[in-house]
């Protein structure tokens, strides 16, 4: 979903966005890594439900939905996340 500053909302795929009218994107990235895959499951409550509210650690590719993280997340985290079971085991 994108919103431009005129208000108006439309949807899109991150491949048709122009990345010079977003400086923060990062062109080097591709794009079908932002996406969580069917059926990946809540490492801690089991729902494969909420895909986007879900985090995929950037380790060991398990999903954690951000709500049922202790404490909680609110806000996606920019650049690598590690999850928590990867940061015990020092990964």
Known sequence: MLE???GVVWKDHVRNCAPCHFPNVDGTMD???AIVRAGLRCMLCGSTDQAAHMLVCDRCSRGWHMSCLTPPIDVVPTGWWVCPRCTSEGR
Do not use: I, Q
Request: charged content about 35%; aromatic content about 0%; glycine content about 16%.
């Open 4 to 6: 431009g500053r005129d």
């Open 31 to 33: 794009p079908s890594l």
